[in-house]
């Protein structure tokens, strides 16, 4: 391709509206354009990037065994309803109508569709096992979507599901998915963790998220700097602590505290420890009012909470509901005497002796309350965030968190769908049994942000090679020159008779103008043919990452460039 031809309008100075980088250099780079808020278009750069990426996907899950198919993006909501989600899914999944006044959504993800599709066909313990798997858009109305690709409403994602007549078949179909996705994004040359996730309060299924980490991730990554365990914020477990402060208990008393109803100005106030105090949440379920105690210094974990109570869905009472289960405002929660359905406590608050908490009436806390004896708790569990420092679920290492971008997902569903749809098969005992799923998800547009993330400098965009748009590009310097432009144009051929695409900056440019360019959208390597080398019979070749450059014998630059491609690998940042 002649950069004088390619489509590709790059931006001199940052928009106004992008806040990340990968969504900046994108934009900068002329990869996209926004049509409407989540939702872009791909141009060249862009879109052979993406199929790069699909590319590499599409080899490794068929390696892997699965096979690609190609799904409906409108599907009818009587599946929905079969599977119990169009009721539950909320404002993220866009509904609509047809002519005919039939109900429809633009799918967020498969299940539906698929197991729809399997139970049709399949009938025998012998067309199992199965993985069947797409690459497609899909739609979901994010409440924020931003960051450009990286949370979008319009996104390419790769979904595969897997059936299976066995449990040790369905663990085989995770394990080797989870392979695939640890080769695919190594292929795509980035640095990323598998980390535990969480799969809700059902047993028998379990799930891992693939994270690259990059500053600006949206999700935390939770591990330890010992051994090898990972999870994210929502998993992350927290060990069990000493169940003593070893404090002697004092006698309970009320004070006042005028205004105080954070936490801060309450410790601040009384001049004790914030993790002397206990905070009291009041929530609402399905399953009625629960009152949610945490220690003064710890945040709440809603997953956790959420797989306690065996509940879907949780929200923070208002402030009618608080006045009724504690009597008092909001701001002066407490634990003593509440009218809560329900009342749990984060194992920290267990050891806690003399601890100070809200009054359940207007500028009052209780000071020195003894958890033992002067309020009820019905469950004590594991209801916290973790943060830095605590000690490892696992071994006697520390946790740290970093942040990540969630890129792929791995999911063993079990019978959740099948149940709910009634996708069985004929077992070898002539049983009929539901067949046993997982599904595996990869954000393909977010890969590209992820990657551009975490690689990047202040010039631009620092493409893994694999998935770059272009490879290289050859970029005469100088006054027109025939010389020059000739030998530009003959190693560029001879790239593409290589099988390298590259690209040539054949632009009337001034060379800087050219090498911004270059460096802007990234393209792995560079080779400047200009006078004075040429004149040796050589070319400068730059490696865009290391921002290191050689002179090479023209006759060598193409088997150079090739071996410089396979020995690429990511510096970490
Ligand atoms: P998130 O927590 O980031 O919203 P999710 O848990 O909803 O992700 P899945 O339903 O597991 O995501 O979807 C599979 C993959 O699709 C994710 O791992 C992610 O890489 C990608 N993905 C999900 N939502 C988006 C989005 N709004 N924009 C771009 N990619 C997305
Ligand atoms: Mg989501």
Redesign the pocket.
């Known amino acids: 391709m002649k950069m004088s031809k390619l489509f590709a309008p790059t931006l001199k100075e940052n928009p106004a509206d992008a806040e990340v980088i990968s969504h900046k250099l994108m934009l900068r780079a002329g990869m996209i354009r926004k049509l409407t808020s ?1 939702v872009y278009s791909y141009l060249p750069l862009g879109y052979r990037s993406l199929r790069k990426v699909e590319q590499i996907i599409r080899e490794e899950m068929d390696a892997a065994g699965a096979q690609e198919v190609f799904l409906p993006a409108v599907q009818p909501s009587e599946l929905w309803k079969e599977s119990g989600r169009w009721e539950v899914y909320g404002p993220e999944l866009l509904r609509f109508k047809d002519r005919h006044d039939r109900e429809c959504c633009f799918g ?2 498969h299940e539906e569709v698929i197991t729809d599709l399997v139970r049709r066909d399949v009938r025998s313990y012998r067309d199992l096992p199965l993985n069947l798997y797409q690459i497609q858009t ?1 739609f ?1 109305d ?1 409440m924020r ?1 931003r960051f450009g ?5 319009e ?1 390419i ?1 790769k ?1 595969a599901y897997s059936f299976d007549a066995t449990e040790d078949g369905a663990e085989a179909a995770y394990k080797k998915m989870w392979d695939a996705y640890g080769r695919i994004f190594s292929r795509c040359g980035l640095l990323f963790r598998p980390v535990e996730a969480d799969s809700g309060p059902i047993g028998g299924s379990f799930s891992h ?2 994270m690259v980490p990059a500053a600006t991730g ?2 935390m990554i939770v591990s330890c700097d010992t051994c090898d365990y990972a999870a994210n914020m929502e998993k992350a477990e927290i060990r069990p602590c000493d169940p003593s402060d070893h404090k002697v208990p004092g006698t309970r008393k009320k004070v006042a505290t005028p205004g105080m109803t954070s936490i801060e100005q309450v410790s601040e106030y009384l001049k004790v420890a914030p993790e002397t105090l206990i905070k009291t949440l009041i929530v609402r379920t399905e399953a009625g009012s629960v009152a949610v105690l945490l220690r003064g210094d710890h945040e709440l974990n809603e997953v956790k909470v959420r797989n306690l109570l065996r509940v879907a869905d949780l929200e923070l009472a208002d402030e009618w509901t608080i006045e009724e289960v504690t009597g008092g405002p909001l701001g002066f929660s407490g634990p003593i005497g509440l009218k809560a359905d329900t009342v749990i406590a984060d194992q920290a608050i267990r050891g806690l002796t003399s601890v100070v908490v809200g009054g359940n009436e207007a500028d009052v806390h209780i000071m020195d309350v003894n958890p033992n004896t002067d309020f009820r708790v019905d469950r004590y569990g594991d209801l916290r965030c973790a943060v830095q420092g605590d000690p490892c679920p696992r071994c006697h290492g520390t946790l740290r968190l970093d942040r990540g971008i ?4 791995v ?1 063993k569903l079990g019978v959740k769908y099948s149940t709910a749809m009634d996708a069985t098969f004929l077992d070898s005992d002539g049983a009929e049994k539901h067949m046993i799923m997982g599904c595996y ?3 393909v ?3 590209i942000a992820a990657a551009i993330e975490q690689n990047h400098d202040d010039d631009g965009i620092i493409f893994p090679p694999p998935i770059a748009p272009f490879s290289a590009i050859v970029t005469p310097v100088g006054a027109r020159d025939t010389e020059i432009e000739e030998t530009a144009e003959r190693v560029y051929r001879d790239l593409w008779a290589q099988g390298i695409d590259a690209l040539l900056d054949d632009r009337d440019e001034r060379p800087g103008v050219k090498f911004k360019d270059a460096d802007l959208i990234g393209v792995p390597f560079r080779i400047t043919v200009g006078k004075k080398a040429l004149a040796q019979g050589k070319v400068e070749l730059r490696d865009r990452q290391t921002r290191e450059t050689e002179l090479i014998e023209v006759s060598e630059i193409v088997a150079e460039v090739r071996r410089s491609l396979e020995n690429w690998k990511p510096i970490p940042r």
């Open positions: 989540g967020p993800t899909k979901r994010e979507p690709l990286m949370r979008g409403r996104f994602m979904d998220e693939f949206e999700d969630e890129v792929g997902h999911f998800g990869i954000g547009s977010r890969t």
